[in-house]
């Protein structure tokens, strides 16, 4: 079942609309990746559903209700990762784990217990008597999830969790974010790396200006870039599309082209070298040409026209 069902959710600043229109849902189980370079209204979109802001349209339901009929039942059944660390570096780690804890309902007793368990889960037991101030960066955003999870939520919204963070901290939140979605939470991962929403996440929306220009699985995504392969053509290809011939459109779609480089998909599912010998035979010199699957990179460039990590 969804856990959290978005639609058609607006939120405007005087003239602006920071989100136009947006609806999705998440399932219980699932990690549901919003992806979108900055500005594209990621953050707002974590901060309606949240309660930190009240859409101007729309509707957010939490575990089958409407978010605003009883936000402190929604808010009791959600955690929140924001994009900036919300920590009390005065406090130790495990200081800050019980505080919020408490903040969310739990006892004395069940604080302790929780803290400890979460402690141990993000590899943090021998460190959870330190002050936060002294922690590394990774650590502080894999305590600051902790704060999040103290009083088990059934959803975890994730806003940029792993931003300037090293290799080694990354796949660690990964790794653990993945086991909760294992254990049954929903989880919303916003995120502008291609790589960790094409690592774990089951489904994806890619959102830019404030829209949901696209939504699916990787693969049903890379259908919008062309199916299963790209063809890129390397050369000196200044006014190279004028030479193509018309049979050329025909049985290829261009989806990107510079004067060193043309990137095209097959309209058609056809057999990978049949295509490379038509490219070959092209009335065009080229250096080299190449065969890849396509990115979500590609995906979100054949809708926008501009680059996912702008």
């Not at 998440?26 to 802001?53: C, F, Q, W």
């Not at 097959?266 to 990115?295: H, Q, W, Y």
Request: charged letters at 25%.
């Amino acid at each position: 079942m969804a856990i959290l069902t978005v639609t058609d959710i607006e939120k405007r600043y005087g003239e602006l609309k920071a989100v136009d229109g947006v609806s999705f849902a998440v399932e219980a189980g699932e990690i549901y990746g919003l992806l979108g370079p900055n500005g594209a209204g990621k953050t707002t979109t974590i901060s309606v559903i949240s309660g930190l802001l009240r859409a101007n349209a729309g509707t957010v339901e939490v575990d089958g209700q409407p978010f605003w009929k009883d936000p402190v039942r929604a808010k009791g059944r959600m955690g929140v990762v924001p994009q900036e660390i919300a920590l009390y570096e005065e406090l130790t780690g495990r200081e800050n784990l019980l505080f919020w804890g408490r903040l969310a309902g739990l006892g004395k007793g069940a604080a302790r217990r929780r803290a400890d368990e979460l402690l141990e889960a993000l590899s943090l037991d021998s460190r959870g008597g330190d002050l936060v101030k002294a922690y590394s960066g990774g650590m502080k955003r894999r305590i600051n999830m902790g704060c999040a999870l103290m009083h088990r939520p059934k959803l975890l919204l994730l806003d940029e969790p792993t931003v300037g963070i090293d290799p080694q901290a990354r796949n660690n939140i990964l790794d653990f974010v993945e086991q909760l979605a294992a254990d049954g939470t929903a989880v919303l991962y916003t995120t502008h790396y291609l790589e960790e929403a094409e690592r774990f996440c089951n489904r994806i929306g890619i959102i830019d200006h404030g829209q949901v220009l696209a939504e699916g699985t990787l693969a049903e995504l890379q259908q919008l870039a062309g199916g299963k392969q790209l063809y890129t053509l390397e050369g000196e290809l200044d006014g190279a599309r004028e030479r193509l011939p018309t049979e050329f459109h025909q049985r290829f779609r261009i989806l990107q082209s510079s004067e060193t480089q043309l990137t095209v998909a097959s309209i058609e599912d056809r057999n990978p070298a049949d295509c490379l010998r038509e490219l070959l035979d092209l009335p065009v010199r080229f250096g080299n040409i190449s065969l890849k699957n396509p990115t979500l990179n590609e995906v979100f460039l054949n809708l926008t026209g501009r680059d996912l990590r702008e």
